[in-house]
């Protein structure tokens, strides 16, 4: 029959329609392509109101062509039954069946469209096989449609998730899947008829009859009546054709010829057999080889196969195509051989063979095709001469003619389906390249399978969008595009392979959707067989549908197959109802399997061995050897399949009663107890003992410094403590002082030395010890607490405060202790710090200065005791009457060396370094010296633009004070100042005073000028004032210590005492953020260690049964933060943690006023945070640390985790490991196990029954160095989990899992007492660097243990061998990174450390220090830091950062590999490498390794390897006597400017400038040469320019601008640098401003407008 010429497109929409399924219709009424809130409405044609009227009444399958609207069909009827699901009390459930992913996805999609139900879509990519009951309830209830696939439902329904006694209709789609073992056959025969009230059922399909064929009517019944009974329904479909038609018309149907295909060359077959036959022969030989394992068994045949399938693709595409697809048939297969996996890639001489007979393959093709063979392509003469040469069969000829023909159409988009995958590959490139086809665009479609030719998913998605939006026109497609896809764009059909299935006919046919559309049948000429074929599927089409037409309405003439299942052949969980028959049974087995630990050397998985027994056959079932049990012998049965499932059903049985399979016939997943904290935790603490979450806590109080001594009236006795200051430099003097308290401290607590950091490299050495008991009378503790409240308020704060009127006018002064409400003395802070003087011939003796201390309380008891108002002449006016006063020295001889004071006349001799207290400021100053030839009445010359005449004027006018004896000399005095932080690491920067009371300053900044008669003498030498400003800090540290001990005695009474230090203590509950000297970091490191080692020893003990994968997963959960935040919060821990640095201003003395009050804003009254949610948030505003006057702190939940951590390792460092362990006991950690656990393992060690030979285990006990009593416990040490293929019922997992924490705890402890004063950081870098696998690996090959391993992996084998030789050549070759070998360390020779190590620990006893005597000559050397190494990643990130290079990171996809592509900006340079690898982290490891590199030959090294930069700095001098003019760098030179101006500094360095990447990506994403022009919005305020000027460089990819402040008198100026790449280097002094970042702030402003002007960027002011 010829094919017609295609009819111009009709007009008419009524005329086309899509099934309902596809997402875009053309029909009124029936659009599925909007989408919005309410549901789109559709005009419902008539005969699918009648389908729906059957379908109501009873199930139906409802037969109609596709295209015809059957999904709305059953969108209808989903409403229909929804209104009555709603309109009941009842919960009712419709689940939607799609056989495939894409159907689901696309079938859900239009249920939301067109109707109000809450809809969600089931598949696996979604992770559902891995639900659990509350899951599967969470989203029934939640949900009123549900779309999956029929899997997933079977599933559900076999782990009784869910059960269809909710569920008010099934629909199926695509239902003639319902036949077999298709989940669609086993869900209505399993499960269907358990219900009292069965679901309704709707069924979908375009054929019911789905076979080549069918020999008669008979036949078609038989089919039908098989679907209906499966699936308890009654097949129905429109009677009058006719109907349909208006709406779905058939395709224009005709069928063209093409001659057959001989190919003229039958010695090119013979050649590519006889090379196939040579590669099979050499495989074999290559394979003959090898040690027999089975893995290297399965790699080989996996090799053979795939070759195999290459060679049958080429040979079908030469037989059916011709040569020259043929040609490209073997391109695509050189490409697939390239993309092995893993495994495959390891036999690399076997792959080697392989890509020698496919590169002999194709060079055989090459030279029988023409080079210019697309030439011959341009007209249709070439094509018919291809033919006729025979490059290209008749069949491709005919096809290329057809679509020359059919594409003259305006709107041309057709399918071509074709059988195999690799035809639709090959004709799509093979078309592309046609001229005569060039107005076409052409791609291939295949289905996801397991095929390696098969598109993924998202391709596939790709390129049907493509086809649908017109962009491809040609699609060759296998039979994927057969149901279910949206193609409604498609006008013709051409069928290059007939349809096998009526389905298939049917359903390809129906793919033709545009109007005047054509189905085209290509046939070859005089094949009868296919033309027969042809003709009996038209005949069928036509018989199925009559017999559809013919079928009986009543639903009761079907018998539904219902699956009778023996008890035998099935077992059920009276519980829950999950059942597990013969069919489910083998994949359960095999899921359960997939669960238990393993590697790429060994896949868990069953074995099995068949044994006959008479005519019967037994299976004997073998699980790997860490299963929970390891054989079984099934039942006998005639059937081999049969007798594997009733094993396999035997073993789901016995895993379920023994609890390996929970009672949903799941594997266990290792869940919590009921009484297990971390799910508690899990469930109430989300979030918690991470970084991110902050919690609001309170502040546990010292209980050493309360007491009530200070309202007694009687004799006090206190326990003193004498502080003694030293300093390192000499000649620098401080007095001591006592403290005298009311309890009695620890002993390590009352005699410490604490450290205190002043300015610079100073440090004084505070020294406490004890001195007994002192009794003080009640007169002298009444002084004793006047002086406190005097000094104390007068040092730290000022006795006078400054009160102001409305106008800010200064009116009076208010003393700081008028308020006689004010609570000075609080039980919770009782102890005196009293200046002492020292004893002329006993320094240890206590003398407490009481003369100063009398001198201080008498002034503050005339103070309280006077009646006069202070007024604005502070005590001047006061003092006037006080009897000092009347003391004045008339000689005049006199009065050069006495000098008249507030309080009295003292001679000059006296006051030098004295203390004084002013009487109109309140303030405490130290006479320096007399200044002569300076007095009152001298001029006030100290500011020119001062309305002061003289210093008396000064003090009149400003203090409202007349001076009586003008003829004075001025003193110099020193100015108080608040207190520092005198504990942080390291010397601070001594800031200058803080004095609000602008007075007459000359000479060094801090000292003033004032007038005698003005102060008074407090009878206190200056070296106390100095001591004053160590007590805060010290005090500090004291009261810390004290709390540090107060835990300690809380623990001490449930635990006993174990001798920890209360320094150790301190240092386990002080963070990093108090920046201090020591923290809690180096101490959770090693309690980290102590908490991993515990917890491993009693889950390996008390859970024998448990494999790795189990017992690490309990060991996560006993130690992960979560867990250990709620056991510390749990004892309030927390209350005890200190998270801030020391803030002097906060500190209060007794008697002392607080000077920086912080209000309690949290709603509490009491010093207690309950744990509640409303006290946790993860804003990052908030601010740790800070606590309020209640002592409420906002703190890290991450931070008490690590607490406990650390007291863990305290109390392990401290005591002992028992010591630890009772501590963790205490704290809730079940860690303690009973010594006869571990006789237990050593004894159930040694009953395993294999043993290898004698002489192989001695040689390894002198490798060790240790003869096991138990040798089992070594052979189990050995022996890897794939050694099952040879008997073995026991691996090293368990071991290793033991052995892993043991060397991690032995390492550390080793690190942690052999570098007692590096960084935490660098610590943790160092066990890192230790305690890993690649390091235990070299260790295991430096002593020899591999070849002892006992495996039966080819591949394990083949890698180690490998892995030693390039250890050797590295060692050889002395290298300095063993990984830019390239070299990938096999685990297993890690795990055989520490499983050997686990095997020593418990064979010795549980003995840590007989383990560590064995291991630590193994484990040696250790890295140090001298020598560490750090990972390329991250030692490039910290070099960029140290030196201020700008880095950019970006990935891609290419084939399978990903591209990382780094970007480094230097100052005078951009570098940019690549990394190529199948992972993100791999490809960046190796681009970063290529830019160190590169980094190190400029002179850029990190910090730990400055030896390295030195060698190169010393080979540039060495190589500067030849220099190279090309290559020359003109340095800077500074020089000085006293105006503002831009100057540009010149660097030259052409080989700098130049990119340095070898294989750049195809856009440089740091070329220097792209300008940017950049909006930028400045913000004026502080800090804003220097913001701004930050994030232009950011986007720009500029280095970071430097700084460069200089002080020029009070005031600071700022010059700045920006290295622009490759061009000048722009320098920028700003203006003179009296802070550093407010002239950082002005030079930044300065670039921005010089960058400005370059058009480097837009400025915004904002």
């Known amino acids: 029959m010829a094919i017609a010429e295609p009819c111009p497109e009709m007009t008419n929409p009524l005329k086309r329609n899509h099934e309902g399924k596809e997402v875009v219709s053309v029909v009124k009424g029936q659009c599925l392509e909007a989408k919005g809130s309410k549901p789109e409405e559709f005009e419902p044609r008539s005969y699918q109101i009648d389908i729906l009227k059957v379908a109501m009444k009873r199930n139906t399958i409802a037969v109609l062509d596709t295209g015809s609207g059957k999904t709305m069909i059953a969108v209808m009827l989903m409403k229909e039954i929804g209104q009555v699901l709603k309109s009941g009390e009842d919960k009712g459930l419709m689940i939607f069946l799609a056989p495939t992913v894409h159907l689901v996805t696309q079938q859900c999609e239009v249920i939301k469209i067109h109707t109000n139900f809450r809809v969600m879509d089931y598949h696996g990519a979604k992770g559902i096989d891995e639900w659990n009951k509350q899951c599967w309830d969470r989203e029934i209830n939640s949900q009123e449609v549900m779309v999956m696939t029929p899997q997933i439902l079977l599933d559900a329904l076999r782990n009784a998730f869910v059960t269809l006694d909710i569920v008010k209709l099934i629909i199926f789609d695509e239902c ?75 395709p224009k149907e005709s069928n063209v010829y093409y001659d057959p295909f001989v190919c003229p060359y039958e010695d090119l077959k013979i050649k590519l057999d006889t090379l196939w036959q040579k590669f099979n022969a050499l495989l074999s030989l290559k394979q003959s080889e090898q040690i027999n394992y089975k893995d290297t068994e399965e790699i080989y045949g996996n090799l053979k196969k795939k070759t195999w399938k290459c060679h049958d693709k080429i040979m079908h595409c030469l037989d059916n195509l011709g040569p020259a697809c043929a040609y490209e048939a073997a391109k695509f297969c050189m490409e697939k051989i390239g993309l092995l996996n893993e495994l495959e890639r390891s036999i690399f001489p076997a792959l080697g063979l392989c890509k020698s007979y496919l590169d002999e393959v194709f060079h055989t093709l090459k030279e029988i095709v023409p080079p210019d063979i697309g030439n011959w392509f341009e007209r249709e003469e070439g094509l018919a001469l291809a033919v006729q040469k025979g490059y290209i069969s008749p069949k491709l000829c005919k096809l290329v003619r057809v679509i020359c023909l059919l594409g003259t159409s305006k709107l041309f988009h057709c399918l071509i389906f074709v059988e195999r995958i690799i035809a639709a590959k090959v004709l799509a490139c093979f078309v592309s390249k046609m001229s005569l086809l060039s107005e076409f665009t052409s791609s291939y479609l295949t289905g996801d399978t397991s095929s390696s030719d098969a598109l993924a998913p998202k391709v596939q998605k790709q390129t049907l969008d493509l086809f649908r939006s017109g962009k491809v026109n040609l699609l060759f497609t296998t039979d994927v595009a057969e149901e279910g896809m949206d193609l409604h764009i498609c006008s013709s059909v051409i069928r290059f392979d007939l349809p096998k299935t009526i389905r298939s006919y049917i359903q390809s046919r129906g793919r033709a959707r545009h109007t005047d559309s054509h189905y085209v049948l290509m046939l070859e000429r005089d094949n009868i067989k296919d033309r027969d074929a042809l003709f009996d599927l038209i005949r069928s089409v036509q018989s199925m549908r009559d017999t559809t037409l013919s079928r009986d309405s009543a639903i009761d003439n079907c018998i539904p197959i219902v699956s009778h299942l023996d008890e035998a052949y099935f077992y059920s969980v009276p519980s829950t109802g999950a059942t597990v028959t013969l069919d489910s049974s083998i994949n359960l087995l095999y899921k359960y399997c997939d669960k238990l630990p393993g590697d790429k050397y060994y896949t868990p998985r069953p074995a099995f061995q068949y044994t006959l027994v008479g005519k019967f056959y037994q299976c004997t079932l073998t699980l790997p050897p860490n299963a929970a049990f390891h054989m079984l012998k099934g039942p006998v049965n005639r059937n081999s399949h049969v007798s594997r499932q009733l094993a396999c059903l035997e073993a789901c049985q016995k895993l379920h009663k023994i609890g390996a399979l929970d009672d949903h016939l799941l594997p266990i997943i290792e869940e919590p107890e009921e009484n297990d904290l971390v799910g508690e935790t899990i469930r109430s603490s989300l979030g918690a003992g991470t970084t991110r979450r902050k919690e609001l806590h309170g502040t546990a109080q010292v209980h050493a410094i309360s007491g009530t001594w200070s309202h007694e009236v009687d004799d006090v006795t206190f326990h003193a403590y004498k502080v003694s200051f030293s300093s390192n430099t000499i000649g620098e003097q401080y007095s001591g002082f006592v403290l005298l308290m009311g309890t009695l401290l620890d002993n390590d607590v009352a005699n410490t030395k604490i450290n205190l950091n002043l300015k610079s490299n100073k440090v004084v050495e505070s020294c406490i010890f004890s001195c007994g008991e ?160 300076t007095m009152a009445d001298s001029p006030f010359e100290e500011d020119a633009t001062s309305q002061y005449s003289s210093y008396a004027d000064y003090f009149k006018k400003k203090y409202n004070i007349e001076l009586k004896y003008p003829g004075q000399p001025l003193f110099l005095l020193k100015q108080s100042h608040n207190p520092h932080n005198l504990l942080l690491a390291g010397s601070f920067e001594k800031s200058g005073p803080e004095d609000d009371v602008k007075m007459p300053v000359n000479g060094p900044q801090g000292f003033i000028r004032m007038p005698p008669e003005l102060l008074v003498n407090l009878s206190l030498s200056g070296d106390v004032l100095k001591s004053f400003y160590l007590l805060p800090s010290l005090m500090h540290r004291m009261e810390s210590l004290m709390l540090a001990c107060q835990l300690r005695k ?101 008697g002392q006023c607080i000077a920086l009050p912080v209000p309690c804003k949290c709603g509490l009254d009491t010093r207690d945070v309950p744990l509640d949610s409303q006290y946790v948030t993860q804003s990052t505003a908030t601010k740790v640390g800070c606590a309020c006057d209640r002592g409420h702190r906002w703190m890290c939940s991450k931070t008490i985790a690590d607490c406990l951590e650390a007291l863990i390792g305290a109390y392990f460092l401290g005591g002992s490991l028992k010591a630890a362990i009772s501590f963790m006991n205490l704290m809730g950690i079940d860690c303690e196990y009973d010594a006869t656990l571990v006789e237990e393992a050593a004894n159930s060690a040694s009953l395993r029954c294999y043993i290898p030979k004698s002489e192989d285990l001695e040689l390894l006990e002198t490798k060790i160095g240790y003869t096991f009593l138990v040798k089992a416990l070594l052979v189990e040490s050995i022996t890897h989990a794939s050694r099952q293929e040879f008997g073995a019922g026991f691996c090293y997992q368990r071991l290793e899992f033991l052995g892993d924490s043991l060397l991690d705890l032995l390492t550390t402890r080793y690190l942690f007492e052999k570098h007692r004063d590096i960084d935490p950081g660098v610590l943790t870098d160092l066990r890192s660097a230790s305690v890993n696998n690649e390091n235990f690996a070299q260790i295991a090959v430096k002593h020899d243990l591999q070849p002892h391993l006992l495996h039966a992996s080819g591949l394990l084998l083949g890698q180690i061998t490998e892995y030693v030789q390039r250890v050797k050549d590295y060692h050889d070759s002395k290298c300095q990174d063993l990984s ?171 080989s700098c400038s130049l990119e340095t990447s070898p294989d750049p990506p195809s856009v440089d994403l740091c070329d220097p040469n792209v300008t940017m022009l950049v909006k930028v919005s400045v913000d004026m305020r502080k800090g804003g320019p220097r913001t701004s000027l930050h994030l232009l460089c950011k986007k720009l990819n500029y280095k970071m601008p430097e700084y460069q402040s200089i002080a020029e008198g009070s005031r600071f100026v700022t010059k700045m640098i920006l290295y622009l790449p490759n061009s000048d280097a722009i320098e920028i002094k700003g203006e003179q401003r009296t802070d550093k970042k407010s002239s950082q702030d002005s030079a930044a402003l300065l670039m921005l407008h010089e960058l400005g002007r370059l058009q480097r960027c837009i400025l915004e002011e904002c």
């Open 774 to 933: 002192i009794n003080l009378n009640a007169d002298q503790v009444r002084k004793s607490k006047l002086f406190h409240e005097m000094f104390y308020n007068a040092l730290y704060r000022k006795l006078f405060q400054m009160l102001k009127n409305l106008n800010g006018v200064e009116k009076q002064k208010e003393g700081l202790l008028e308020n006689g409400n004010m609570q000075l003395w609080t039980t919770s802070n009782m102890y005196l710090l009293l200046p002492l003087i020292i004893a002329p011939h006993d320094h240890e003796a206590v003398s407490i200065d009481w003369e100063g201390v009398n001198a201080c309380a008498t002034m503050m008891n005339f103070w309280k005791n006077t009646s006069l108002p202070i007024g604005k002449c502070g005590f001047f006016g006061a003092m006037q009457s006080w009897s000092f006063f009347s003391t004045t020295c008339e000689d005049e001889h006199m009065m050069s060396r006495i000098f008249q004071l507030a309080n009295g006349a003292f001679p000059i001799s006296d006051l030098k370094h004295r203390v004084v207290l002013s009487v109109h400021t309140g303030r405490v100053y130290c006479i320096m010296d007399m200044i002569h030839n």
């Open 1380 to 1550: 830019l070998t390239r070299s990938k360390c096999p685990k297993v020779l890690g795990d055989l450390l520490e499983s050997i190590a686990g095997a020593i620990l418990i064979d010795s006893g549980f003995n840590l220090e007989t383990v560590w005597r064995l291991l630590e000559p193994i484990l040696s050397p250790f890295v140090t830091p001298c020598n560490l190494p750090l990972p390329p990643v991250r030692e490039l990130y910290e070099l960029c950062d140290s030196k201020g290079f700008t880095r950019r990171v970006e990935y891609a996809e290419k084939d399978l590999s990903i591209v990382a592509t780094v970007g480094i900006q230097l100052r005078d340079a951009r570098l940019v490498r690549t990394g190529v690898e199948r992972k993100k982290k791999l490809a960046m490891e190796q681009a970063a390794r290529q830019l160190l590199a590169d980094l190190e030959e400029r002179g850029h090294v990190h910090s730990r390897f400055v030896s390295r930069r030195s060698r190169h700095v010393n080979e540039v001098v060495n190589n500067s006597t030849n220099p190279n003019p090309s290559t020359s760098i003109t340095m800077p030179t500074d020089s000085n400017s006293t105006e503002n101006s831009f100057k540009k500094r010149r660097i030259m360095n052409e």
């Open 1050 to 1150: 809380e623990i001490t009474c449930q635990i006993g005492d174990h001798n920890v230090s209360s320094a150790l203590m301190l240092e386990a509950i002080t963070s990093k953020r108090c920046s201090e000297n020591f923290s809690l970091e180096r101490l959770e490191l090693l309690g980290d260690s102590v908490l991993k080692y515990a917890v491993s020893c009693k889950l390996f003990l008390k859970y024998p049964e448990k494999h790795e994968g189990q017992l690490s997963a309990c060991r996560s959960r006993a130690v992960c933060n979560a867990t250990l935040h709620k056991l510390a919060t749990n004892h309030k821990l927390q209350n005890y943690i200190r998270d801030a640095p020391f803030d002097p201003l906060r500190w209060v003395a007794p």
């Open 176 to 250: 003639h899947h319902a036949k077999g073992n298709h989940p669609y056959t086993k869900i209505m025969t399993e499960f269907y008829h358990k219900p009292a009230n069965k679901p309704k059922v709707f069924g979908m399909t375009a054929s019911p009859v789905i076979r080549k064929g069918v020999t008669s009517i008979d036949d078609c019944e038989e089919q039908i009546s098989e679907l209906e009974r499966i699936l308890y329904s009654q097949v129905y479909t429109v009677e009058d054709r006719d109907v349909v038609e208006v709406f779905v018309p058939l």
